[in-house]
């Protein structure tokens, strides 16, 4: 027996159609993805313009925390307050220049939301 007006046979064959959507949505290329790291990329530079540097990739650019240190710096217009490492040749070095500027953010009450 089927569920009156067929909705027992109808709600399973929609489920599939929906779930290549989703996973689409979620996936490292899907395409709103690629516009919002283009936008903050180009919005970065812009900032960053005026210390002379640059972004290319966020993902990896970032990862020695110098840029993001700039950037910071550029945006609030103050100085760091402490020394970071200025020629990050280790990961150790390059993760005390990430948390050299997350700890200017929580110096500055400025909350990070959903990273």
Not at 4 to 25: I, L, N, S, Y
Not at 89 to 101: I, P
């Amino acid at each position: 027996m089927s569920a009156p007006g067929g909705r027992g046979r109808a709600e399973p064959a929609a489920e599939p159609a929906e779930m290549p959507a989703t996973e689409k949505d979620l996936a490292e290329d899907a395409p709103w993805k690629r516009i919002q790291q283009n936008t903050f990329t180009r919005w970065c530079n812009e900032h960053l313009k005026c210390v002379q540097k640059r972004v290319g990739n966020l993902q990896t650019d970032l990862g020695d925390g110098l840029r993001l240190i700039a950037l910071l710096e550029v945006l609030s217009q103050k100085q760091m307050g402490r020394k970071y490492n200025a020629r990050p040749t280790f990961r150790q070095m390059q993760l005390e220049n990430v948390s050299v500027a997350l700890e200017f953010l929580e110096r500055e009450n400025i909350k990070l939301v959903s990273i």
